[in-house]
């Protein structure tokens, strides 16, 4: 399993993942350190299914607050748990977007081959803040710009990602860039 390591400009720190791609699925466990919007360590686990859909996302962050823990569940018919309790608001979501980390980025381009193949896809994520792990509904586009090149907005927020063949993001505008390959 190769690791991957970016730089977090938008948390003024750094993660390292290391993923493990199969057929049509993906597992990954990463670190995250970052200085904003406080300082902060994050430990995750990344489990998902068929065609790239979220099952599990268990995440451990450490700030001056103390250690927050967050087991987030999907049920594969779009009902989500976190630590067991029901998430009526993200009722629907296919994937999980955990705050600051490029890698969840990955499952609804690998998905839909937006890196490779023209197409423009509306999500609803279940998108965790950090450090605080709250989930939260999150609308978001990907639209296919060319090859490797995909536009992510969300609200008023749009920026042109760059990915790799294997759908990892190298480059992330005003959020992180990847330094080293995979």
Not at 12 to 27: N, S
Not at 67 to 95: F, S, Y
């Amino acid at each position: 399993m190769s690791a991957i390591t970016w730089e977090v400009s938008a948390s003024r720190g750094f993660e390292t993942a290391w993923p493990e791609l199969g057929e049509g699925a993906l597992r990954a466990r990463g670190r995250a350190v970052g200085t904003a919007p406080e300082p902060y360590w994050v430990t995750y686990e990344l489990d998902t299914a068929d065609r790239f859909v979220t099952r599990r996302l268990r995440v451990t962050a450490e700030s001056a607050d103390g250690v927050r823990t967050l087991d987030l569940l999907h049920d594969g018919e779009g009902d989500w748990t976190a630590n067991g309790e029901p998430l009526p608001d993200v009722e629907g979501a296919l994937d999980c977007d955990l705050g600051l980390c490029p890698l969840t980025n990955t499952m609804p381009v690998l998905r839909h081959g937006l890196h490779r193949t023209p197409g423009e896809r509306d999500f609803v994520m279940a998108w965790v803040s950090v450090p605080d792990l709250t989930v939260r509904p999150s609308r978001q586009t990907y639209t296919h710009l060319g090859p490797g090149r995909v536009r992510y907005s969300s609200g008023d927020f749009r920026s042109d990602l760059e990915f790799d063949a294997d759908g990892f993001v190298v480059d992330y505008p005003r959020l992180a860039r990847r330094l080293t390959a995979r």
